[in-house]
Each structure stands twice: as structure tokens, then as C-alpha cells.
């Protein structure tokens, strides 16, 4: 038996922030301009940390400004808005993102809809929801947008494709839904009340799994021949690694799908980690480098 090839996420990604720096130096040469990203971290969730220094990191390689903002968990949600109301307001500041999720005494919706939605690189904002599912140009939410580069590339043209999605969250699974209908795809969104899943999960030519459950989706859900692109990152125990020094079980990071069962149906996969992940952050970098164009009124560079 064949076993499915893997989509590598980290290749597609070190290609897409090669063009990102390349197009930045082109904008420092010729403009005199550099795109800057303000980064806003509330508290001190170490996961949201490890990201947004990645994030930081990655935009300092690709020639970019970057800044990020740590705020208390205690902070109140007026003194957030008035931070976004500032960083609106500022010329130099190119693209916003407010790091999710927030402490629970703040509205994550307020907050989102305070950041300009030409300076919204995550992509979230309702304005943007809109231009999105209305063809508009528009930032395009990154984790959506890094799944259908690698199905463009690794398939080429998707039309006819019956692709189910799921996942329902604002984040992923509606962007990704009107993005594969955007490439003529017939798209099905499934979640947790879908009645037999895993039929409808094994009529997919496409499968998108974004549910946030390590390895529900088994190998005989899969379509022979399908592909398969796994957004979810879940920490589970893993004996066979032995113990840490608390003794603790140590751990390793698995997919919502069984990549090991999945991988003898399917055609293509993502692996995790090293598939979806490594495309959100340079797709945050593509959003920013676009943005700055925008508010430039400057040529947008095809990426």
C-alpha cells in the first residue's frame, strides 16, 4: 500500500517568507518605507508567548518593524481600546494584532472590532469578514489562507472538488469555507452536532480538520485518494517517552487526525507539527507587507 505523501508546511512557508523580506527590501530601496507589525500580548499564557516571540522574530528576519506590546492580564478592556485607538491612529504602525485568546474580563469582539480594519492583519475584523465573502480585497485570515496555498500548489486547480470542512469557528472554519468556495469548490461545513460524520467526512475529496480534538478523525474516514490538511495541534501524553523530572509523563504534539491510520487512505497530508503551523506566521508577514502597500497607495506585490 502507498502511504500519502506529506505536504511540507515548513518549505512553503520559508518560500513565502523569502518573498515577503524580498519585497520589503524592494519597499526600503525605492520608498523608503518599512512594514511594521505591533504585536499586543495580554498576560503571560505561556503558548501565546512562545508565538508571539516567534512572530517577532520572523518579521525582524524579513526586514520588517516590529514591535510588540505586554500588557498586564489585569489590564482593563478601556485601557486596550485606547492602546488600539493610538496604534490606529499611528502612521508608522502598518498592521495590528492583538494576540488571542484575552483574560475573560475582556470582550474579545469589542476588541477586535476597535483595530482598523485596514491595519486588521489577522484578518478578523467583521469589515473584513464581509469584503472576504464578497470577493473584496480584503486581508485574509492567515491559518485559512496558509491551507489553501498548499492545496493550490500540491492539487493546482480545485475546481469540482468536494471539500468538507471541520470546523465552524470564526478563526478557521468560515474563512476556510468561503475561500475553497472561492476556487469553485462544493463545500460542506461539519462540526460536533453533524449528523454521521464520518460518512460525510469519507465523501470528501478535500478534508479540512480544524475541530481541536487530538486524532478523532480515523484512517477509514478517509477518502482513498484524498487530501488531507490537519490544523489542529494537541498535546497528548506520551509514555514512550518516559517521564520528566516531576514525574510527569512527557508529551508530544498530534493533529485532530490519526496521522498514522490517515496516511494509508489519503493521497497527501499534513503532518504535526510542520504542516498548517508554520504557514499562519508567514502569512501574518504577507498581511502586513500588503497592508503597508495599501495604506501607501503603492502596487500590491503578487505573493
Excluded at 519585497?23 to 520608498?31: A, D, F, P, T
Excluded at 475529496?205 to 480515523?218: K, N, S, Y
Excluded at 497530508?269 to 508567514?282: K, L
Aim: net charge neutral.
Amino acid at each position: 500500500m502507498t502511504e500519502a505523501k506529506i505536504i511540507d508546511g515548513k518549505a512553503f512557508a520559508k518560500r513565502i517568507r523569502e518573498r515577503v523580506a524580498k519585497e520589503v527590501s524592494i519597499l526600503k530601496e525605492n520608498y523608503d518605507l518599512v512594514p511594521s507589525l505591533t504585536v499586543v500580548l495580554v498576560g503571560d499564557d505561556p503558548a501565546s508567548k512562545v508565538y508571539v516571540t516567534s512572530k517577532g522574530k520572523q518579521s525582524s528576519e524579513a526586514g520588517m518593524g516590529s514591535n510588540t506590546i505586554h500588557l498586564d492580564e489585569n489590564v482593563s478592556e478601556q485601557d486596550l481600546l485606547d492602546l488600539i485607538k493610538k496604534l490606529n491612529n499611528d502612521t508608522s504602525v502598518n498592521g495590528i494584532l492583538v494576540q488571542l485568546p484575552l483574560p475573560k474580563h475582556i470582550d474579545e469582539a469589542n476588541v477586535i472590532s476597535a483595530i482598523n480594519p485596514d491595519k486588521d492583519v489577522d484578518g478578523f475584523h467583521t469589515v473584513n469578514v464581509g469584503r472576504l465573502w464578497t470577493g473584496a480585497k480584503s486581508p485574509i485570515p492567515c491559518t485559512p489562507f496558509g491551507c489553501l496555498q498548499m492545496l493550490r500548489e500540491t492539487l493546482g486547480d480545485l475546481t469540482g472538488k468536494r471539500a468538507l470542512v471541520l470546523s465552524r469557528s470564526n478563526i478557521v472554519g468560515k474563512p476556510m469555507a468561503a475561500l475553497l468556495l472561492s476556487e469553485n469548490c462544493t463545500v460542506t461545513i461539519a462540526h460536533s452536532s453533524t449528523a454521521d460524520l464520518a460518512d460525510r467526512c469519507r465523501e470528501a475529496d478535500i478534508l479540512i480538520a480544524a475541530v481541536g480534538r487530538p486524532q478523532m478523525i480515523l484512517g477509514d474516514w478517509i477518502k482513498p485518494g484524498a487530501t488531507v490538511i490537519d490544523v489542529g495541534i494537541n498535546r497528548i501524553d506520551a509514555p514512550e517517552k518516559g517521564n520528566n523530572k516531576d514525574g510527569s509523563l512527557k508529551s508530544r504534539l498530534v493533529g485532530d487526525v490519526n496521522f498514522d491510520e490517515a496516511k494509508l487512505n489519503a493521497s497527501y497530508i499534513t503532518p504535526v507539527p510542520g504542516g498548517v503551523g508554520p504557514m499562519t506566521i508567514a502569512n501574518l508577514l504577507r498581511n502586513t507587507l500588503i497592508a503597508a502597500c495599501r495604506q501607501k497607495g503603492l502596487a500590491e506585490p503578487n505573493l
